[in-house]
């Protein structure tokens, strides 16, 4: 069974960065598209940004230009580069596979103070 290990999380100021990291264990990763998700208090999970298998790249509107993804085949691990961080960032982060989600790990805690 695959399982998903996020880190990487933590308390920054507003404008501040953070590097995520998401290690997934099993021999498709390398084959797969990968994701990386959030949930805000009190609001649905959302997705925030995508890559697949030939490192083409995807990301909501709303962390254009502020978050970079990123994967490494040989450590089967997916990074999430967030720069410029807003209070509206806040959330507990996780990663999945795009295409056919796995069990949720337990997630990082992001935390943005204005």
């Known amino acids: 069974q695959v399982q998903l290990v996020e880190s990487g999380g933590g308390l920054v100021q507003a404008g501040g960065s953070l590097r995520l990291s998401c290690a997934a264990s099993?021999?498709?990763?390398?084959?797969?598209?990968m994701g990386w998700y959030r949930q805000a208090p009190g609001k649905q999970r959302e997705w925030v940004a995508f890559?697949?298998?030939?490192?083409?790249?995807n990301y909501v509107d709303s962390v254009k230009g502020r978050f970079t993804i990123s994967r490494d085949n040989a450590k089967n691990t997916v990074y999430l580069q967030m720069n410029n961080l807003k209070p509206e960032d806040t959330a507990v982060y996780y990663c999945n596979f795009r295409d056919s989600l796995r069990p949720w790990g337990q997630g990082t805690q992001v935390t943005v103070s204005s």
């Open positions: 099993g021999s498709i990763f390398r084959f797969s598209a």
């Open positions: 890559i697949n298998s030939g490192f083409d790249t």
